[in-house]
C-alpha cells in the first residue's frame, strides 16, 4: 500500500515536468518592440512586399506607418511578427510586381487608404521571410474632404458604366496603331475611372489590356471578335488615359502604357526580393526560397484577403477600419465579399485558413493574432507622408459617446 502511495506520488511531480516544454514552445510571450525598430521595419517592409505580391487585382500598397507590432521568439531560432499597418494605395497595379517604394503614391484626393494585418515570420540566419496571413480593409477617401480639398479635382465614378469603356476602347484603338506589338490588344477591365467638365465631359480611365490571337500583320475589323491568348502566355497591360468630348471633335490622350510579359526578368527579381530578408536578397537572387531553406515543407501556404469599401460621406478613421476587420464567426475570420472597383481576372484569395497548433512543431509556431496592440509608447510609429488631408483621416482617434 505504502508503495503504490509512493508511485502516485511520482507520478504527480513527473508530469508536470514532461508537459512544461510543450506549454513553453506553444505560449511564448509576445513582446513590444519599438515601432520604429530597424527589425520592425524591415519585417513591415517585407510583410507588405509579400502582400502585394501574393494578389492578383487591385493596386500596390504602400506603408503610411505602423500602427503595432508584437513580437513573439521563436526557440528554432527568428522570430514571428503581428503587425497592424496603416497603408494608401500607388499608381502601379499589383500585376506590374513592382516593390511598393518603386512606385508612387496617388493624390490625396483620389487615394484609397486602409489598415493590413500581417503576421510574418523572419530568420535572418537561414534567409526566410515567409507572410503567413494578412487582413487588409480599404476605404476611399470620403467625398466631404475631395471637394474641400480639390473642388475641380475629377470625381470617381464606378468603372463599368458604359462611358468609361467606350472611353478604355478609344484609348486601346491608339495604343494597337501605335505599338510595337506583334499581336493586338483588347480590353480586359476598367480598373479605375473619374469624370471632369471641361470643354465637355472629360473621362479618365485606368485598365488593363490582353494580347489577342490576332496578328497585327492581318486587318481585323474588329478586335473584340480576336480571342485572347492562353494566359500562360499571354502578355498583360495596363493602361492610363482620358477621352475629353467636346460638340465637334473627341481628344485622345493615352498617358502610357505598360506590358507585362509572363516571364519578365526585372518583375521576377523584383519578386525574388519580396521573400528574402534585405541581407541576403543581392546575393542570393538566383535561389529559390525553397532551396534556400529547410523549413519550407513545414511553411504554411500564404493566406489573405483585401476588402474594399464603398465610397462614403462618413469620417471612415484607421480605427473605426479596424473594427470592420474583426467580423469574426467562432472565433475565425469570416472572408467579406470584396467590394471593389473591378472584377478579378481569378479571384482575390478569401479563404483564412488559421495553422494546426496540434501538429508537431518543425517550424515557427503561429498564435492566433494578438487583440491586444503593441504595449510600447512609440507605437504607432512615424507617418510616411505627414501632411495632406489622409493624415487627420489616418491618426484621429474615435470619438467617444
Same mark, same amino acid.
Given at each position: ?24 514552445? #506553444? $505560449? ?34 504602400? =506603408? ?9 521568439p521563436q526557440e528554432?531560432?527568428?522570430? +514571428? ?85 467606350? #472611353?478604355?476602347?478609344?484609348?486601346? #484603338? ?13 480590353? =480586359? ?15 479618365? +480611365? ?9 496578328? @497585327?500583320?492581318?486587318?481585323? #475589323? ?12 499571354? @502578355?498583360?497591360?495596363?493602361?492610363? *488615359?482620358? +477621352? ?9 490622350? =493615352? ?45 504554411? @501556404? ?26 469574426y464567426k467562432d ?5 467579406? @465579399?470584396?467590394? $471593389? ?5 481569378? *479571384? ?39 501632411? *495632406? ?7 484621429r482617434k474615435p470619438?467617444?459617446?
Open positions: 500500500m505504502v508503495w503504490l502511495v509512493w508511485m502516485l506520488f511520482g507520478i504527480q511531480v513527473l508530469c508536470p515536468c514532461i508537459a512544461a516544454p510543450a506549454a513553453q514552445g #506553444a $505560449g511564448a510571450a509576445l513582446l513590444s518592440p519599438r515601432c520604429d525598430d530597424a527589425a520592425v521595419e524591415e519585417a513591415a517592409d517585407l510583410a507588405l512586399r509579400q502582400i502585394n505580391a501574393d494578389r492578383e487585382e487591385g493596386y500596390v500598397l504602400s =506603408l503610411y506607418r505602423i500602427v503595432s507590432a508584437r513580437e513573439q528554432i531560432t527568428g522570430s +514571428v511578427f503581428y503587425l497592424i499597418l496603416d497603408v494608401v494605395d500607388t499608381e502601379c497595379h499589383v500585376l506590374s510586381k513592382k516593390l511598393w517604394k518603386n512606385c508612387n503614391t496617388r493624390p490625396a484626393h483620389s487615394t484609397v487608404y486602409g489598415q493590413c494585418k500581417a503576421i510574418i515570420y523572419i530568420n535572418q540566419a537561414r534567409n526566410i521571410a515567409h507572410l503567413n496571413t494578412y487582413e487588409c480593409t480599404l476605404q476611399p477617401v470620403p467625398r466631404r474632404y475631395i471637394s474641400s480639398a480639390c473642388p475641380d479635382c475629377p470625381v470617381d465614378a464606378p468603372p463599368d458604366q458604359p462611358q468609361y469603356l467606350e #472611353a478604355a476602347v478609344a484609348l486601346l #484603338a491608339k495604343f494597337n496603331a501605335e505599338s510595337e506589338q506583334t499581336h493586338y490588344f483588347s480590353v =480586359l477591365n476598367v480598373t479605375r475611372a473619374s469624370m471632369q467638365w471641361v470643354i465637355g465631359p472629360a473621362y479618365f +480611365v485606368e485598365f488593363l489590356i490582353q494580347e489577342t490571337s490576332c496578328s @497585327k500583320d492581318e486587318q481585323v #475589323a474588329d478586335i473584340s471578335m480576336c480571342e485572347p491568348l492562353p494566359p500562360e502566355v499571354a @502578355k498583360i497591360g495596363f493602361c492610363k *488615359g482620358s +477621352v475629353v468630348k467636346s460638340r465637334v471633335e473627341q481628344f485622345v490622350t =493615352l498617358s502610357r502604357c505598360e506590358i507585362y510579359s509572363q516571364q519578365d526578368p526585372a518583375t521576377e527579381e523584383e519578386n525574388q526580393e519580396a521573400h528574402q530578408t534585405p541581407e541576403n536578397s543581392k546575393q542570393d537572387q538566383q535561389a529559390s526560397p525553397s532551396d534556400a531553406n529547410p523549413f519550407s515543407p513545414h511553411l504554411e @501556404k500564404t493566406v489573405g484577403w483585401v476588402k474594399i469599401l464603398p465610397p462614403s460621406d462618413e469620417d471612415i478613421t484607421f480605427y473605426s477600419l479596424r473594427e470592420s476587420q474583426n467580423e472565433r475565425k475570420p469570416v472572408p467579406p @465579399k470584396v467590394v $471593389g472597383s473591378e472584377q478579378s481576372r481569378d *479571384g482575390e484569395k478569401t479563404q483564412i485558413n488559421k495553422p494546426d497548433l496540434s501538429k508537431p512543431v518543425t517550424g515557427p509556431v503561429i498564435l492566433p493574432f494578438p487583440e491586444e496592440p503593441s504595449l510600447s509608447d512609440s507605437c504607432p510609429g512615424e507617418a510616411k507622408q505627414p501632411e *495632406g488631408i489622409l493624415h487627420p483621416l489616418i491618426t470619438t467617444t459617446a
